[in-house]
């Protein structure tokens, strides 16, 4: 097993997840043999809308399961809510539920890894897609991922109404402006109903958290109480091997959804010369959505998009030397994050991206990677890199010093302050 697989199953058995059989356990639940039908995690675990080898696009959270009773999960809580108390002056652990989107990707950033790594001595949390029925005789906190359905909105209503529950409503993008270059999430995102479904349950909130000050802008007219925390690694990734660099070919990588599309044709022109150039050393890799439009097949390395975020980061380090990550100049990116080159930095890879605000930010111009202004700079970067070991090794290790100031293990308090 690997570290990477290693450090998901611990991250699986603080959240009460078996990766394996999809057993949903509270760890303030006792275990089951099997997982209660009622709680049941989808296996629809769609990275990317329109990847054709994965499920259609995650809408929100489902809906609450309503059976008499929950064996062996929430019902079992050995505590008396009989007098309730704003989580913040609690003097027992805060109960947090993630009610997710997803189960990786945004849902792994922005609430499986920040609820794993909150005190386990001040916290008792649970994810699922899925929201118990009785939740306010359980829960202090609620979490919920890009509520918008009608039925789950509904829900969300009820629970933002709920005065011992503080509802949490967790935003990674600008959902209003999604562009029609992403089909699939562009027929639900420009729905009229889920466009007002969005700003109602925004607007109803107790708190939103994004991970960009460019969304918090987009969210203040609607809701004040925003508060802004950046994506952030598992401390584990950093303690993970990393190949040595100096073998031939070097591999150029990009991982994503074919939601990028837009953002491929940024660098696509550059990156199909640099490949196909006649004294090339360099080979181009996708994790997820491919492109391969234009480079020679035995050039090409493509890997499925990875459900479990263990493998994936096993493919990223074991596949790439350079990360690319180019965006397209549009609302929709101007309020995205930076994870993509995080990814890359925490597994030592140097970054060539679109000089835009998520990468602006993170990427330090010639000292951990380069940032593209021009359409002739993807060339000449790239050529940079392949070409130069020494300025590859150089870069990725100062990538890898700056990762270690962006694990959620030394920032989780910020997310203490938001959840208490």
Request: net charge neutral.
């Amino acid at each position: 097993m690997t570290g990477a697989n290693l450090a998901f199953d611990l991250l699986c058995e603080r959240l009460g997840v078996d990766r394996d059989a999809l057993e949903f356990r509270p760890d303030w639940a006792r275990a089951q043999s099997a997982r209660p039908a009622n709680l049941a995690i989808s296996t629809r675990l769609a990275p990317g809308w329109g990847n054709p080898t994965t499920a259609p696009p995650s809408e929100g959270p489902h809906p609450v399961s309503v059976p008499p009773r929950l064996p062996g999960s929430l019902a079992d809580l050995a505590v008396d809510l009989s007098s309730r108390r704003p989580a913040a002056t609690l003097a027992r652990p805060v109960r947090v539920f993630g009610w997710v989107s997803d189960f990786q990707g945004c849902g792994y950033y922005r609430i499986a890894l920040p609820l794993s790594a909150l005190p386990a001595d001040r916290f008792r949390t649970a994810v699922d897609n899925t929201l118990p029925m009785d939740f306010w005789n359980h829960l202090d906190v609620v979490v919920g991922q890009r509520v918008c359905k009608p039925g789950t909105s509904g829900l969300w209503q009820q629970i933002c109404r709920h005065s011992d529950v503080k509802a949490v409503f967790e935003l990674d993008d600008d959902l209003w402006n999604v562009d029609p270059s992403s089909p699939a999430a562009y027929a639900l995102y420009s729905q009229p109903e889920i466009r007002d479904n969005l700003t109602r349950n925004v607007a109803a909130a107790d708190l939103v958290t994004v991970s960009t000050e460019q969304l918090a802008e987009r969210i203040r007219p609607i809701n004040p109480n925003v508060v802004v925390i950046p994506n952030y690694v598992n401390a584990e990734l950093l303690t993970l091997p990393r190949p040595e660099q100096g073998h031939v070919p070097v591999t150029i990588g990009w991982a994503g959804s074919p939601t990028h599309a837009m953002d491929w044709a940024v660098a696509k022109r550059e990156i199909v010369r640099v490949i196909n150039a006649p004294d090339s050393l360099a080979r181009m890799a996708f994790i997820g959505a491919r492109f391969p439009e234009g480079m020679p097949r035995d050039q090409v390395v493509w890997v499925p998009w990875q459900m479990d975020m263990g493998r994936y980061y096993d493919h990223l380090l074991s596949t790439f030397d350079v990360g690319i990550a180019p965006l397209a100049h549009h609302p929709f990116n101007s309020c995205k994050t930076g994870i993509k080159a995080l990814e890359y930095a925490a597994a030592g890879i140097p970054t060539v991206a679109s000089a835009e605000p998520p990468y602006e930010g993170f990427v330090q111009q010639g000292v951990t990677g380069f940032l593209v202004r021009q359409p002739h700079e993807w060339g000449r970067f790239l050529r940079q890199l392949v070409n130069d070991r020494d300025m590859r090794v150089a870069m990725g290790a100062a990538a890898f010093e700056q990762a270690k100031q962006w694990t959620i293990q030394g920032n989780i308090g910020r997310w203490v302050e938001a959840l208490r």
